[in-house]
Nanobody, 126 residues
Framework: VQLQAFGGGLVQPGGYLRLSCAAFGFSFGSSAMSWFRQAPGKEREFVSRVNRSGGGTYYADSVKGRFTISRDNAKNTVYLQMNSLKPEDTAVYFC????????????????????WGQGTLVTVSS
């Protein structure tokens, strides 16, 4: 099982980035996919989740209206489009896979995710 996240970088406040996470070695289409992030000196936190079909999504309040999660099951890839970026979005972003269907509260718990990518760094700074 492998999850490879990429697309991070340095961007100015108000800018945008698109993160991608490619999955290998498990049934991607049978898994919900999420993004978490960990800012310097802080605990890892939930950002967003998309269900198996791509038709259902969850977002943390801090990113709602600015970030959009999507997936392409034919490419075994999940995306996170991040717009109107703020300095407080600076973090290492991780993708994670979960084989269960969950309500929002359970979907935000990182212990419910058996598979994790290595993370990609997003820095929002002028």
């Amino acid at each position: 099982v492998q999850l490879q996240a990429f697309g991070g970088g340095l961007v100015q406040p108000g800018g945008y980035l698109r993160l991608s996470c490619a999955a290998f070695g498990f049934s991607f289409g049978s898994s919900a996919m999420s993004w978490f992030r960990q800012a310097p000196g802080k605990e890892r936190e939930f950002v967003s989740r998309v269900n198996r079909s791509g038709g259902g999504t969850y977002y943390a309040d801090s990113v709602k209206g600015r970030f959009t999660i999507s997936r392409d099951n034919a490419k075994n890839t999940v995306y996170l489009q991040m717009n109107s970026l703020k300095p407080e979005d600076t973090a290492v972003y991780f993708c994670a896979a979960d084989s269960e269907s969950r309500r929002y509260e359970a979907a935000t718990v990182e212990e419910n995710y058996p598979y994790w990518g290595q993370g990609t760094l997003v820095t929002v700074s002028s």
